[in-house]
């Protein structure tokens, strides 16, 4: 009976969205998704040889799964985005603030003021629109995540970073005999950040880690952590890697996205192009 009880609730909560206009209907043409697609934003990273391999920036109404090892760039092109995002959309930003869950300890408010200084910006305006939860095991991220809409809407957020989403998971969830559990309890983590990305066109960005393959005798043996669950909920995946002093993106999936590789650095702006380079490769 109670299962009874949720489906109904489900499909009546489904059909108000719809018809309220924030879900899309069952069946649509295709004119109609390329419609609301429209009302799609981007949010400059503040590279532009990163910006042109994705075609303008961070989508909204998507998920962007950045991953690889430690140090190549991934909480830093974090903090770059929680301060571009606040930009007005006329100059490459979201023009809304940012909701930070932090799940290793890395957000530093410091690196966001530098960076709001270094790009001109209010730093105490900057730091004000970010708003950072931390997280201390799964069932707390699991629960933040299940309320996140309330959140997103009080603090008119227009973009939202998980970093890291599996850092949690992969240290409670120990051994194979956890694995069905764990992949289980994050597919339904994630599938909940895309649900909030489409209903309330918001930018989500979430931080993997890395294994190493130590039979992988060619190629390269580093692997992104979550298996397949993590791989098919990503709407885009860009793998991030050192490259000496610079730091090298690439698109590992993507709807539509060509396959590229562009080149940036770290500095006191968060995110730029290499010096003497204007596009990624150049």
Known sequence: MKEVDAASLVLSARKLLEESGLLEGSFVTAAEVLGRRKEMMRCTTGSKSLDDLLEGGIETQAITEVYGDFGS??????HALCCTCQLPPGKGGLGGGALYIDTENTFRPERIKQIAESRGMDAGEVLQNIVVCKVYNSSHLELVVKSLGKYIEKFKAKLLIVDSIISLHRAEFIGRGTLAERQQRLNALIHRLMRQAEVYNV???VSNQVQTQP????GDPTRPTGGNVIAHASTYRIYL???GQERIATIVDSPYHPYGEARFRITGKGIEDPE??????E
Do not use: E, I, P
């Open 203 to 205: 930018a989500v960005v």
């Open 73 to 78: 760039g991934k909480t830093q092109l974090c």
């Open 241 to 243: 890697k050192k490259a």
């Open 215 to 218: 039979d992988a005798f060619f």
């Open 276 to 281: 003497g380079s204007k596009r990624g490769g």
